[in-house]
């Protein structure tokens, strides 16, 4: 690389993360004003809407949920010892 060029992709690269960061802000903003928490809103939450009549409501909470782990295989250990102190 060329050292007249060493700023120019230094600006490009710190413009580039900034674009990428006011997305994430803005999607969080617009997750709000819809009513979801998207820090905390679990996705399978969502399949739980047609219970309550909400079904129009599940394209906007599908895109501000996260990915739970529903289907994980418990991992069951076979022994576990409790120390009490004190």
Same mark, same amino acid.
């Given at each position: ?24 802000? #803005?999607?969080? #903003? ?6 979801? #928490? ?8 969502? !399949? ?6 909400? !079904? ?11 990915? !739970? ?18």
């Amino acid at each position: 690389m060329l050292p007249n060029n060493r700023g120019l992709v230094l600006f490009l690269t710190s413009s580039l993360l900034a674009w990428v960061s006011s997305l994430a802000e #803005d999607a969080v #903003d617009t997750c709000y004003n819809a009513g979801f #928490d998207k820090n905390s809103l679990l996705c399978s939450n969502c !399949d739980n809407l047609h219970e309550f009549g909400l !079904d129009s409501l599940r394209s906007g909470c599908e895109s501000c949920c996260v990915q !739970d782990k529903v289907n994980e295989v418990t991992k069951k250990h076979h022994f576990a010892r409790l120390e009490v102190c004190g």
